[in-house]
């Protein structure tokens, strides 16, 4: 079949290293000192949290936590990235129930994330945390330090492509209008098939369609829906 | 090799892909005995572990689904195979990482498997030739003494070849409308059905059609077509792909992954009918490479074989395996290799069948020509990954005047947007690129600069609620084309051996010299026009072309002056891989005759896309098809009559 | 968590149960003796809706994930009998709500209470003896002609076309004899009451053809499709029983769309209705000492091997079957992508913890526990060259060594293990307690089904991209596979590996046309999540 006359560049190797962020404590130092370090950080104006506790995949505020931090970067609604959330009529998005569905990928990217990147993860999470009433404003906290921002830019790839882009490789080819080829891997099978960006085009995973027979001959959009074909796209809280 | 140890049977067949498996198929159904000789895994209980390679891979190329691993030195493989990712500037030249030792001057750049169904990884066009591409020189060389596309064997026609056609659409079930197919005088008898109804066409094809169906002859001159063009039609690709239950294979649901696998075998591959094979008593032994075509007396007396169990070896074992009749049908990049592998301690030093001096010359592809664009923000959406990934084509244009001075070309309108020609992918595929562009403020694509994002910035960074309005708004414009241009044959465009590199089992590796010719450049230029004519009729921006030039350090690339201007051409290979041991009636000229019987040993065949004079514009998997049922004719034939 | 955007008008519908002391009262509408003679029975089999609307699907109060609870066992004996009693379920009645922590877990829950109350009711015997009294070779009330009628009897060829479901027995014996292969005639008059299993490629070889499935004794496993009355009287309605039919001008615009199992249905008749309902079993050809020691719901039949060599005469043979597996697929108006539940023996196969912790309990119909260095490849395809049947060797596999050595990949859930201990208590004595639930699989984006509802007043959407992401609604659990019915496709890859609904999604019928002939007119060749309709002749 048909190859490209440039294919050949992109020897894309799929085993990424995998490895802590340089520079970073490592989380096991972290937990080893943690008794004398229990201060929990105030919910303050600062955008850097003053200390970002350790990410807990059991615990369901932590979860509903990266929920809301991966709403505000995906710009999916959080029922789209978890299916089975309910908000449970609580005032207080932590408390909400994030849910268990058949595919629970939001448990995976949490632990692929923490166990790649905690403790610039748990920083995330705070941030998710100081600012959980309004999305809009997790954004300019994110950006506000590198290390944030090339992890967030991460975590936005991971929930569009189901793929994992190293933050320092990110950082490293984020010189405006640079042109890269950056060394990815694929999480799993069915990260690849949850990718969202195919939503966002209106198609389906190449290699995954449960749609039927014929549905490329016709519009994505139906007639009768007067909803908008995008209505999943928000920046609103539930 | 002990003779007294080996395999016996009728006929033994060397490769398990389309023209193998349905050899053994027809011979196997009429009781005649055969072995399969595969050099790679056998066919798989399910395709669990294919689709979990294509799922995992970070680049999708075609070879993704199947074993070997993609990085691999090919020097530490048994049954290597050339990828897509053994073509860039750094690469194609480097042993440790191309299987094809590549001694250019330009790359060969088509690709193969071996495994069992061989190259399985196909689209599942199944087109038919134009009947002007069976007759090259008598129609437009005969005033040309150097004119370098010859004419089929005389019994090789569109007439002639319509039942094997027939035939051949039968076992892999065709989804096409015949009053759309009857374009350039293709032969169809008169009542004549496809097994199952056309493949709808996509929005894009719909797009596409309605942007061409009124066209100016000015517009249109540099065609050439010898009558005006005012109107291009989009037809459907006659496709085996379900558009109905079929063979008990479901159709298809449009997985947009046909190439390189179809996740609920709604598009046939050679596993199906290679298990009717097995089922009706064929054998088929895996692992096994053939390294040697014993000949004795002028008549091939033995298959010998090295057998191995792990990707990398080491060899396990050796056979070798008697038959009345033998058929080689491993590719025709391994087909010439096996035959000037079989030295026969020096009586067929040359190799085996090969007093033409042909094997392995005439190495053509169909070049590939991609095109990618972008419409603007104010057209209605075509929205791509949607489908099967090409469900119409133009096929009107691959015929007239102008193959007396410049190949034919024809046209695939792929439905997977720019999918693995974005950037001419330099960087990565689809739709990858463009939302690491739109997230890391890079611009590998090209479209994250003022003038196609509407942003008011270039290199925007996006997160949230403006990232998936921007990819949605983005990604639902984009679209691709590609062009197959018709390659002529040249004697130095060539498999031989390496003297110097071999594979994991000791056997050495194939060795290409490639360039494409005038002719085919000047196919090229005018599709480089046809795509202009394309893209300004529906509005569109073109990005191939765009600087930063993404041909400019292609080891394919190629210069021409268009009108006025020096143009960086580039080429790809659609995966056809043609002509090193061709079918003539001269066996001076030629290696095989019309049934693909070697001219110089009565019980040897040599069957697949490797023996066509010349390659048209049509994928060439139905006509190959179609000539190793005529094939298996002629050998239930040998095998009926006495001596 | 419903997806707010979304219609529910079937959610109310969906969430309701049936509440344990009302249970009791239910068992009148489905002995089939019992019919009055001012009343005309309807014909096939009838289902019983739920009473009440408690909250709680199932009558366990505690938790079945993890641990099995302690003194859960014995059943009590009234809850015990209000569960035998309690009929074939209109439709399933789930809940997120429950004991269990997680909404999903409440629901799988939900669902397996269900599967186990209709496997209980098909398996009843037809002759209106209750379960717990069945004894072996009782003929079931799915067994029987007036419920449940094999594919092959529908999808007949040109010449014995239309098939004919009458209501009353004589007519329905008439159809049968009408149907009776020649080559089973003399056995026939012989043992005239016995099942007739008229094998075709798919009665042996597993979806797609991925291969025979071979017993420790060498025989063939058996596979046989059924389907209901109401999903007969589609067929036919709908002219789906031919090619021709499918593909008529009439048909060309078709959404196939069975009839849904409702306890409430809308309009005129509110008689709680089935619905769509078909069966797919697996059986084994039983040797003496099974047939003795009556671990097998076990069936007399006459077999029909499968056409081969046309020279060839097919060899009728009288077998003694025993069942092995069991799937039950129910369309419902909450869950139009059908509800799918997988039963097996419990001596089938071992799962993958079982053998790698060597902890085997007893032999099994299809591994060997016996072998050491000679153990063959776990769940290899028999050897190619010899899956068709050699009428000479009867259903004899052709090569006698080779015996299918298969193991189940994914094993069952603790929870679905635990309600299969209640149930097998709740069956104890009976043959039925040698059989297990694999699991259900559901449908779990509850906005996305509701949006194919028959009974959702939403329009019928013009495009997949409504049910976006995922048009087969999310199925829970994402894979399932039973180890006789899709033993070669065991697995966690997507697409690939065996999902009921996920691969029944693509299943598509003959109708023909263009896809959008008009603007805003679809036409679909779907055939509603059933490979019956590729069938027909």
Redesign the interface.
Known sequence: MTTSPHQGRNRSSPKVVNHEPGGEVSRRAMLSGAAATTAVAAVGASDIPAYARPADPSSSQDMMAFLVLSSALTGFEI??LA?????KNKPDILDA?P?????NIKKDYFNWIDARAAPTFDKLLQIARDHRQSLPDIVPAVNASDDTKFLARSIVLLWYLGSWYEPDDLKKNATPGARALIPSQVVS??AY?LGLVW?IA?A?PM??S??????W?????????K?S?L?FITDKLP | MAANNCMQCDVAIVGSGFAGALIANELSAKGIKVIILEAGPG?Q????D???RF?TASAKVPESAYPPELFTDPGKLAAGRPTSLMLGAANWQDPKQSYLIQKGPRPFTSTYERVAGGTAHWLGTSLRLVPNDFRMKTTYGKDQSNFSLPDWPAAINSENMSPFYARAEVELGVSADVDEQRFLGIVFPKDYAYQM?RI?PSLLDQRMGDALAELTEAETRFLEMGKPVTEVKLRSLPAARN???YQ????C?G?TNCIPIC????KYDPTITL?EA??K????IDHAVASEIVVEAGRVSQINFINYKDEAGPKTGEGCVKAKTYVIAANAIETPRLLLMSKNQGHTSNGVANSSDMVGRNLMDHPYYVAWALLPPTATPVFPYRGPLITSGIGDLCDGPFRAKRAAFRVDIGNEGWNFVVAGAQFGADPNVTTIDFVNGMNSSGLNVQQFNQLGKDNAALFGVDLARKLNDTITRQFRLGFLVEQDPERNNRVTLSSEFKDALGLPRPEISYNISDYTRQGFVAAYRMRKLIFDKMGAADFTHRAPDPASDSPGRFEEIIDGRSVTLTYGGAGHIMGTYRMGDDPKTSVVDSFQRSHDHQNLYLVGSGTFPTGGTANPTLTLSALALRTADSIVGDLKSPG | ?R?S?LIAIGLATAIGSISPSVLSAQSSAQTAGAATASQAKPPGLQCTPAAGRSPVPDPFKEKLVGEFPMGLLPIDDQVKDNILESGLPCQEHVS?LGVEK????NLQRGFDFYSWRTFIALNSPADGTPIEGARPGMRTRWEDMDNFKQLLDVMLPANLQPPKWPTDRAGMEAERERLMPEECHDLHKQMPDRMVVKMI??SFNEP????PLIDQQGHYAIFDILMNRQMFDYIMNNHLNTQVGQMSAANSGLSVDFPAGNDHPPGDDPSPTLGAFMLKVSWKILVPEEIQAKDFHMVEALVLMPPGDPKAKRPCLPETLGLIGFHAVHKTVGRPQWIWTSFEHVKNVPDVEEVTAKKFSGLYNFFNINCRDDCPEV???PP??L??PDPALELKFGDAKFKSQIVRETPQTDATKNMNKIFQSILHGTVWENYMLITTQWP??FGCTSLHSQVSDA?A??????K?????C?????FMANSTLET??Q???????SSCI??H??????Q?????PKP?Q?????SDFT?IL?KAQ
């Open positions: 029922v789209r299916p089975e959330f309910d908000k129930d849910g268990v569905d058949p595919f099978p069915k098939t939503q209106q389906h290699g995954y449960n749609l039927q027979f014929g549905y001959s016709r519009e994505p959009v139906d007639p009768n829906d909803s074909p209505g | 066919v209980p399910n395709i669990n294919y689709m979990k799922y109804p709808p558009s109905q239950p008990k294979r479901r159709a649901a997985n996740p609920i075998q709604a298990n097995t089922d008593g064929a054998i088929l | 968590m997806h955007q997120p997680e909404g999903l877990e490629e798919e797609f053809k991925t291969g769940n290899a395809t190619r060259q899956w068709q779990s984006v329009p959407p013009r495009t997949d991209f409504l976006q992401p995922d048009m087969t999310s199925p829970a659990p994402t070669y496709s697995g966690e890859i997507p697409q690939a590996s996920g691969c999604g693509n299943a598509v019928g003959f023909t046309g263009a896809s959008n805003n679809v036409l679909l060749n779907q490979f590729e």
